[in-house]
């Protein structure tokens, strides 16, 4: 259909008529200059794609009429420029698409028609170990090791790179996801199909939220909603709120962006942002760079917002000619956005647009910091932090405790490591990464790491063997300006190797402990102590061994390393005594923000970006050398253990079944607040006596080539038997960690999977009671997929994360939230009850539904509702109409 709007468009310049651009500021609507700039990129996309169909007049209108519409939860359209994946994600949204071709083959369709209309990115990032560390060769080890146990996945991956049209590939080996995306991926301002418009990005990955430090709208989605923008679905959403963040000041000396981000999460979680934009404005911004930006952004899903935006200004530009981009296009970027009006001067308050809420931050009141010791939000200043973990040790379990009696606070164990005695205790760290897009996309606090390094060797000071140190960098930008300027050496004699291009221990890859470690730490029931530069510390995430995980900047990595232990107040204490005798303090070798930005403005240029990037693509041998089958259909080998056909599409029909109602339900799990989607379905090391590990077992494997269960994505035998498989689980039915429930009909105690499957066995349904903040943390699509396979069919909750919630939806399970003010405790349910939910024929968004709870207690619960079906041109797609206006109320969907 044609676009009503289609008067508006014009050249950008004179001298290239043929490259146009939708001119909003033609329609001389007041309100458009009050909008904030991330709404402006929306309203744009409404414009550019309004075709009466998927995207409405009404719709635009709806965006022009934010500052009244964005009280009333309206839904909107939002077509995003591109798509962005991961390679945990990827799979299975690759295994999504090739099972989805097989079905549409069966139902008499064209198999083709299965294919990305929107562009797609996929960085496979994910898979790399840290198995070897401290070892001169460890890089090429692990790259080793990653492809022997991956080969399998990336020859399928290669082979849907190339039956798939639109979708790129980027191979091992090449960097982070997220900072490739900054670096590399991000255009800034489309130039396609004869139209500039906005960059603008969803991605499979929370962390999608760091390209907003670039300007460049996006966030994290579920796969399933990935996979219907893949298919030209736009995404349905209601108009957020808009909470302006004004900065202001200068940072003090001492301190690191890392420092910065962490102060601004704890605040905005305080503030409560969940389900809003954050924009930020005011003279602050300037003083950031759009690495430090990008940081910010990144830990936008730790304090619950959907984007963090910050407008495109002059460092913005500044930092696109940095990193290599063409100078001519990024003239064009400027001149578009200065034409639209989406370019920004943080120092004039004239450009300040109208927000919800505006709170404020000066960063001359951020002080060095870290987080943890369980969640990225629980900040704690680095002057507090010896006595914050002591007291942890002895609170009730929980976010900040770990319940171990007064009397076991010293307790020590000693143990033999490489010929030498050692001895740890409770917060003696094990485990120092460098790690993560989070901090190793900025150079200030990478080359602050070195340098701080430098000056601890030169020190005398040194970190103790069993330590497992590692520097996993983003791109190989990261390893090049930190060679050039001449502070490898020094991070390699601390043991900080470079051991790998991608997330590694931030995503819980962080390989072995030395076993005589591991037996220290059992022996004595040890809280043993994982720091690292990433941006999510989640229990069981990092290691199993480590219970206590914190994040810090770099620098503050290496100091923790060094130290040996968090329980160390660093103004009063030494790092550590060198060979002389002499104490050395962290104040005697910490550099100050002028050091770092002289090293960062001689080293960090662009002819470093553009030497490594213009081979991205065909750098790595073992890649290249992969064969992949040319046809476009896949073959699905029944002895893979990795790819597997998925059995979502498996009684597909062209008509939509009847919803039904849940008749007698069990409860499988009563669980607690802050349930992660790590708990639900983990990512790392699958445990040798797990019923995943019984079933690769069963098919011939050794513990060896279990790999973790994120490599294991596209096998769904594997996942539902790691769904609920995290060991930090905490299950009220059993009163102590660990993957188990009560199987009521026979009242044994199994492992959650077991029981769930003598549940659907028996063809009795099942639901989950949980309380807030229900799947928060990753958007892991196999933590609503794999419920569904066990037989979960609802979840009742008080709250939810946006993604997980949107992802259960998609995958048919109901995500039902109590009433305000109404939790399991209020009502008096233990779980052990049996439930039926009644469903009625008509279903409509935020409707009440009744639950009968052993036909003697009814509830009332909020709920909407959400279907997968044939779409008319045979692709298959999601109906999202209803899903986001779903995210905004915690009214839930189906």
Not at 4 to 23: A, C, G, T, W
Not at 405 to 416: E, I, L, Q
Not at 881 to 889: A, E
Request: hydrophobic share 40%; glycine share 8%.
């Amino acid at each position: 259909m044609s676009n009503p709007f289609m008067q508006i468009v014009e050249p950008l310049d004179s001298n290239q008529p043929e490259k146009k651009f939708f001119n909003v500021s033609k329609l001389k609507d007041e309100r458009y200059e009050r909008l904030p700039f991330s709404i402006k990129v929306l309203l744009e996309s409404a414009i550019r794609n309004c075709d009466e169909f998927l995207v409405k007049k009404e719709d635009v209108e709806n965006i022009f009429n934010w500052q009244v519409m964005q009280h009333k939860n309206v839904e909107v359209p939002f077509k995003p420029a591109r798509v962005i994946l991961q390679d945990f994600t990827g799979v299975p949204a690759v295994v999504d698409f090739a099972a989805m071709r097989d079905a549409v083959k069966k139902l008499g369709g064209d198999p083709e028609k299965i294919n990305p209309i929107c562009p797609a990115d996929l960085v496979i990032d994910h898979s790399i170990q840290v198995d070897f560390n401290r070892r001169t060769d460890s890089l090429q080890k692990n790259q080793d090791l990653e492809f022997e146990r991956n080969k399998e996945r990336f020859e399928f991956l290669k082979w849907g790179s190339q039956a798939f049209h639109n979708m790129r590939i980027i191979p091992p080996g090449s960097g982070i996801i997220h900072q490739v995306n900054l670096e590399y991926l991000a255009r800034v301002v489309f130039d396609q199909n004869g139209y500039y418009y906005p960059d603008s990005v969803v991605g499979t990955d929370s962390h999608t939220t760091m390209i907003d430090g670039l300007g460049v709208l996006g966030w994290g989605v579920g796969g399933i909603e990935a996979e219907a923008v893949m298919l030209g679905q736009p995404i349905s959403m209601v108009l957020p709120e808009v909470i302006g963040y004004k900065l202001k000041g200068n940072p003090q000396p001492l301190v690191t962006s890392t420092d910065i981000v962490l102060t601004v999460t704890k605040h905005l979680r305080q503030v409560g942002v969940v389900g809003k934009f954050v924009e930020f404005f005011g003279p602050g911004v300037a003083q950031l760079s759009i690495a430090d930006r990008a940081t910010i952004a990144n830990m936008c899903p730790e304090y619950g917002a959907t984007a963090a935006f910050f407008p495109v200004d002059e460092v913005s530009i500044r930092y696109l000619i940095q990193t290599g981009r063409d100078e001519e296009k990024v003239k064009h970027i400027k001149k578009y956005l200065e034409a639209v009006g989406m370019f920004r001067d943080f120092n004039r308050s004239s450009q300040d647009p109208d927000f919800t809420q505006v709170v404020e931050l000066d960063l001359h009141t951020v002080v060095p910091c870290c987080s943890g010791p369980k969640r990225p939000q629980d900040k704690v200043s680095v002057s507090d932090m010896k006595t914050d973990f002591e007291t942890c040790l002895g609170a009730k379990q929980g976010f900040k405790g770990f319940q171990i009696a007064p009397k076991h606070h010293s307790d020590r164990v000693k143990f033999v490591y490489e010929g030498s005695d050692f001895e740890i205790t409770h917060g003696s760290v094990v485990i120092a990464a460098i790690t993560s897009c989070t901090n190793t996309s900025n150079p200030s606090v990478m080359l602050g790491a070195g340098l701080l390094a430098k000056k601890a060797v030169n020190a005398g000071l040194t970190v103790k063997p069993y330590i497992k140190t590692s520097l996993s960098p983003g791109s190989g930008v990261v390893t090049y300006y930190l060679r050039e300027s001449g502070v490898m050496p020094y991070l390699s004699q601390l043991g900080f190797e470079v051991v790998g291009y991608g997330c590694m221990t931030c995503i819980g890859n962080s390989g072995p402990l030395p076993e005589p470690v591991v037996e220290a730490i059992t022996q004595g029931d040890l809280v043993a102590v994982g720091v690292l530069s990433g941006n999510r510390n989640f229990e069981g995430r990092v290691h199993p061994n480590t219970r206590a995980n914190y994040l810090a900047s770099p620098p503050l990595v290496i100091a923790y390393a060094i130290a040996g232990t968090i329980r160390i107040d660093f103004e009063k204490e030494p790092l550590g005594v060198n060979a002389e005798g002499k104490m050395i303090f962290l104040r005697d070798i910490w550099p100050t923000r002028d050091e770092i930005q002289a090293v960062e403005r001689q080293y960090v240029i662009p002819g470093m970006f553009k030497e490594v990037y213009k081979k991205i693509e065909t750098v790595n041998e073992s890649w290249n050398a992969l064969e992949a089958p040319s046809d476009k259909l896949y073959t699905w080998n029944p002895k893979s253990t990795y790819i597997k056909s998925p059995p979502f599409f498996e009684n597909l029909t062209l008509e939509s079944p009847p919803p039904k109602c849940i008749v007698d339900a069990y409860v499988l799990l009563n669980l607690g607040d802050s349930v992660t989607t790590d708990h639900i379905s983990p990512a790392g090391n699958i445990a040798r006596n797990s019923p995943a590990a019984r079933y690769l077992t069963s098919r011939g494997l050794t513990p060896r080539d279990f790999n973790s269960y994120g490599s294991r994505r596209g096998n769904d035998d594997v996942m539902a038997r790691g769904t609920f498989a995290n060991i930090r689980l905490l299950n009220k039915f059993i009163n102590k960690q660990g993957p188990q429930t009560i199987h009521f009909p026979s009242g044994e105690t199994l492992d959650v999977f077991d029981a769930a499957e003598r549940y659907m066995q028996a063809g009795q349904p099942l639901i989950v009671l949980t309380g807030k903040e229900y799947g928060s943390g990753s958007s892991r699509d196999w933590a609503a997929k794999g419920p569904f396979l066990l037989g979960i069919k609802a979840i009742i909750a008080e709250s939810y994360e946006r993604i997980h919630r949107s992802n259960l939806v998609g995958m048919g399970v109901i995500p039902l939230q109590y009433l305000p003010g109404e939790n399991a405790e209020t009502l008096g349910l233990t779980g052990r009850e049996r439930y039926t939910i009644i469903i009625p024929e008509e279903l409509k968004p935020r409707m009440n539904v009744q639950i009968q709870v052993n036909e003697m207690l009814c509830i009332r619960f909020s709920k909407a509702f959400n279907k997968l079906e044939v779409l008319h041109n045979g692709i298959f797609g999601l109906v999202t109409g209803m899903v986001v206006s779903i995210c905004s109320y915690g009214a839930l969907a189906w």
